[in-house]
């Protein structure tokens, strides 16, 4: 077994893995948006946007990814974001509710953005 003898963190008893509270999710998006750092070509403003989309949504990387405006359904009752099957990991589509707050910023952002072109 290639991981046997490794520390891996589900085994990390001094360290457990857990959700984080509201108070941290702020503090954490708050000093993302604040960031002067380029990471994988976004600054703080865009990573904080895409941490927060991650956080509502639950999708992976890759999903986040391939993202374009087209796939925020932000004026319907429920706004949602929507993946083709091509476009998940499990290969069937995938649809998430977004709470309003989240809706809201996301008609912000993307207004201007090129309508075929990757959100991040």
Known sequence: DPLAGMDLPSQDTQNPR?????DELARLLEVV??????YRGLYGPD??????????????AGELAVLTPAHFHLDEDVPVVRLGKKD????RPAEQ????????????????????????
């Open 88 to 91: 998940t990991k499990n290969k």
């Open 97 to 120: 509710p977004l709470p309003p707050a989240v809706a809201n910023r996301m008609r912000t952002y993307l207004n201007g953005k090129p309508a075929g072109k990757p959100v991040w």
């Open 33 to 38: 948006e604040n960031s002067q750092e380029d």
């Open 47 to 60: 990573r904080a946007v895409l941490s927060l989309v991650a956080v509502a949504t639950g999708f992976r």
């Open 18 to 22: 857990r959700p984080l509270t509201t």
